[in-house]
């Protein structure tokens, strides 16, 4: 069964560095997202991506977050000078059209910012 | 503002009874509503959707059932079985976003 794939599976970095998180969704899907779900709270939405733009994006992403799919399969999400309450799991998903097709998630990357 | 909410953070249930999980929302916008599970270490699996214009729907031990009027959803698992020990998170939408709004999850436990 296809796959969103993303890496690393734990990232752990200094507080003020730059992340890099990727991800590789299933290969005929259109739309790319990004949640994150911090410990033991619900999972939030951050970004959709369609069309090689933003789609929509939540009040979290802000300024210090960005994302890129620089070639045809990857799509990343760069978070600038993390901070400590960045530390989450971070959800990548694909849908193939609408959202009425639910999401194929990504098993995460864990994020913990020291 | 939590748009979409799950009021019990777990729940134990026998193998092969029912497990009803329930979700309330707030948003009379929201138009669709689907059913996650996720266990540890991974990331959610979409298990099942209603939209609005429907009040039920089934696929094989799982029924959602949508209650427009009390904005309320709920899961129904029969029998359940030790494999459906998970985390369940409801997630609704509504028309013109991309994004879906989730709630806290309930964590089900099974036991043999």
């Known amino acids: 069964e296809p796959e969103v794939t993303q890496t690393p599976s734990h990232q752990v970095t200094q507080m003020g560095q730059e992340v890099i998180l990727r991800c590789v969704p299933i290969?005929?899907?259109?739309?790319f997202y990004w949640y994150r779900q911090i410990l033991g709270q619900k999972v939030e939405f951050l970004v959709s991506f369609y069309n090689n733009e933003i789609s929509e994006k939540s009040e979290i992403f802000d300024d210090q977050f960005s994302v890129e799919r620089p070639d045809g399969s990857n799509f990343t999400l760069k978070i600038r000078s993390t901070k400590l309450e960045d530390s989450a799991m971070y959800f990548c998903a694909s849908s193939e059209r609408t959202l009425s097709d639910g999401y194929t998630f990504g098993s995460g990357t864990r994020l913990t910012v020291v | 503002d939590q748009q979409v909410k799950q009021n019990s953070p777990s729940l134990s249930v026998q193998e092969g009874r029912i497990s009803i999980l329930n979700c309330d929302y707030t948003n009379s916008m929201f138009d669709y509503f689907l059913w996650y599970k996720k266990y540890p270490a991974e990331g959610p699996t979409f298990l099942i959707s209603?939209?609005?214009?429907?009040d039920k729907n089934e696929d094989g031990r799982f029924t959602v059932f949508l209650n427009k009027s009390a904005k309320h959803l709920s899961l129904h698992i029969v029998p359940s079985q030790p494999g459906d020990s998970a985390v369940y998170f409801c997630a609704a939408t509504r028309p013109q976003t991309y994004k879906y709004i989730f709630g806290t999850g309930t964590r089900l436990k099974v036991l043999a």
């Open positions: 290969s005929n899907h259109l739309y």
């Open positions: 209603i939209s609005s214009i429907k």
